[in-house]
């Protein structure tokens, strides 16, 4: 889930020159210079992962929540053979559906490590990597982090189940006051905490929700724009093109229509490319 809203209906992608499209993924001045920034961020951990999830570039903070100090001990390394096995298994399978769909994951409510190993809350966003073919070959990422449990206003177990159930059942009735009853938060409580970690309202955060998934069926399905809106938790098509236009500043229709010139434009372009010259 993410705190922009009209950048979530936009496809997120993250380009390396074809140079680097290697299993290490390495090399490039563009990846050192990025992975030299993000050593100046000690509150994000900051990875790119190769095609076998195997790590390819880290910043100087995840070598330290890890406990090592120099890059190259975690260097060609799985989650697997790092975290505990109950997180492993879910980095795990956020980069092989990273890796597997070619669509992101952005703003994930989860529990990550921070300095000696403390676990901690964060937010996790994960980027398809792709070559200049339009091939996915890795997948950059960075974790936010927010509190550790324990802390005052730090994010309480009961949000991240809230905020599950919202990503799995945003088609359903959906209000503020059902979210935080999942959360077992009073109401003022929950809508501060959905504020400082979404720079949303809850009812933002409901609309974000299901705007990026109205964007997901128009780009992945056939599906009318009336069926994508009853799929979606909108009362009609209506109510869908008044909250896609004020985001995007196009209808569900155009939208579709600007999706499918663009692939038509990029199969043209790679079809040219594979032309003897």
């Known amino acids: 889930m993410g705190f922009n809203q009209e950048r979530s209906l936009k496809t997120s992608t993250f380009s390396l020159p074809v140079s ?16 030299r920034i993000f050593d100046h961020v000690p509150e994000i951990a900051f990875f790119i992962k190769d095609l076998h999830g195997r790590y390819a570039a880290v910043n100087q903070s995840l070598v330290e929540r890890c406990g090592f100090k120099d890059k190259k001990e975690l260097l060609g390394r799985e989650v697997r053979q790092i975290f505990p096995k109950e997180l492993a298994e879910v980095y795990s399978h956020q980069d092989q559906q990273v890796l597997r769909t070619g ?13 000696q190993r403390k676990r901690g809350w964060c937010l996790t966003t994960k980027l398809p990597i792709f070559d ?13 982090d927010l509190g550790t449990p324990g802390q005052g206003d730090s994010v309480p177990p009961g949000l991240a189940k809230a905020m599950e159930y919202l990503e799995s059942h945003y088609e359903e009735p959906m ?30 955060l409901i609309l974000q929700v299901r705007l990026s998934a109205a964007a997901k069926l128009l780009t992945d399905t056939k599906d009318s724009v009336a069926e994508v809106a009853y799929a979606c938790g909108f009362y009609d098509h209506s109510a869908l093109t008044r909250a896609f236009r004020s985001v995007t500043k196009m209808t ?14 990029n199969q043209d372009l790679s079809g040219s490319r594979k032309k003897p010259s």
């Open 20 to 35: 680097v499209a290697d299993p290490r993924l390495g090399g490039s001045i563009e990846m050192v210079m990025i992975e």
């Open 103 to 115: 669509q992101p994951i952005v703003n994930h409510l989860e529990l990550h490590w921070y300095l």
């Open 132 to 144: 200049q073919t339009g091939a996915v070959i890795g997948v950059a990422g960075i974790s936010r």
């Open 175 to 204: 209000s503020p006051g059902i979210l935080g009853g999942i959360a077992g938060l009073h109401p003022a409580r929950f809508a501060r905490l959905i504020k400082r970690i979404f720079r949303l309202t809850p009812t933002q």
């Open 252 to 265: 569900p229709t155009q939208f579709r229509s600007v999706l499918r010139e663009t692939a038509a434009a």
